[in-house]
Structure formats: C-alpha cells, structure tokens
C-alpha cells in the first residue's frame, strides 16, 4: 500500500483581517512548523487579501499555503476572479477547488471544475477537489451516485499519470458548519469510494491520491477520523480559525 502524506488544511473562509491572519500565524507557527517529511503537511487556505502575508510567514517553515478559488483562464475580462499565475505570484502552492459553499451559492459547476483543475495541475498548483452530497441527497441513498458524479467530472481533464498528485476532499454538505460530524465509518466508506473511481481510472493512482474528510472536525474527533484507513487528512473550517484547536487537529494526524 502507498505511504501517502496525511494534509491537514486549515479553510479561513471568509474570516481574518490581514492583522487578525498576523495574529494567528504568530500563534500558530511555533507550534506546528518544521515538523519533517515524516509528519503531516499543514496548509492554510486564507482569504485572497491575506494570502501573500501568511504566505511570506510562512515561508521557510514548510507549512503551505492554498487559495479558497481560481479561474481556469489565464487573464482578461473576468472581473472579481484570481489566476493560477496570480496564486503563484502570491505565494501559493496550493488552491481549493469546487468548495460546497462556491457550488451553492456561487454557481461553481462541475463543468468549470473540469477546466479549473488540469490548469491548477499545469501551473504547479496542489489541486484540492471538494466534493460531497447534501442531506436530502444522503437521505435518497444517493450519496454514491453524486460523488462519482462530482469526481468523474473534476477529475475529467486530468491524465490518468497525473491523478495521483490531485488531494480529493470528501465534504458532506450536511456535516460543514453544522456541528454534525459524519461517523468515522460514513467517512471511511465514503472516501474508500472515491478512492475506488480514482482506481478505476488507473489503479497506481486510486494508491497514491490522498483524501481528506471535511465537515465539523475538531480536536475531539480528529483522532478517530484521522485514524481511518481511506482517510489522508481533514480540511477543517471552524476549527481552523483558533490557532490552539487548528494545532491540536494538526498534532492529531
Ligand atoms: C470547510 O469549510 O471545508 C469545513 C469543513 O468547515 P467546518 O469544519 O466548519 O465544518
């Protein structure tokens, strides 16, 4: 079995001032900083407008730093969007693509998605591909079906021999922002199925992609989630705002 990386992402969402993202990388550097190859990756997904400080913070400490979107062209009349290359130039390595709360509420479809990843992949971005079904969608005993869904699409434009370097983030809707965690189980068996459509495109890769689990994890749950076999980290909003419970889930991969 592939030795895979747990990645830890801390998603800022649309929370921090620039002096309040100084605040926490003050706090949080010390605890969680050259850890070593062998220990979890760490990255904080900040707002656009803080990103190159904690990027410049950041720097040398072997913690990432990934934007929340991007848009797939390259530059032009697409007013209120950021480029791979402008990621790049901010200091980023990595980006979060196809969040829930940009697929309700922003109109991201998977169709843009299919475009944002491949170009994400190109520029030497770390894609990290959020998919995940609602409650009324698990309700319907439709969880499978919308995943592979979601997963065939983002994942569409990408060469099989390049799948394994994409971070797959399994985040169902009804267990973000909610206080409602899935059982380690669902999670297990939900990131075991993305896991196998991976696999299906080419079996090395379903190895080598890492999967996280989002939704409501925190310092008390983070041991048994991160303890299950398909899951390869946590990206975690919340609980990522507190510097003290973002460290306590990092020291729990
Ligand atoms: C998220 O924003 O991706 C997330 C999982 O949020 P929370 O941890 O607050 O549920």
Redo the contacts with the bound molecule.
Sequence with gaps: MADRRPLIAA?W?MNKTIGEARSFCDELLPEVEDRGEEAAEVFICPPFLSLPLVAQLCAGTGIGVAGQNMYFEESGAFTGEVSAAMLLDAGATGV?LG???RRQFFGETDEALARKVPVALDAGLLPIL?VGESDEERERDETDQVLRRQVEAGLSGVPDDRLGGVVV?Y?PIW?????KTATAEQADDACGFIRSLVAARDTGAGELVRIQY?????PANAEELLGQTEIDG???????LDPEDFAAIVAAA
């Excluded at 267990?175 to 206080?179: E, L, P």
Aim: with cysteine; proline share 0%; net charge neutral.
């Design positions: 998603n969402k979060v969040h829930s709360e959020c983030a985040e267990a973000i922002g909610t206080g989002g939704g409501s994890v925190k946590a990206l975690v909003g919340g609980a990522a």
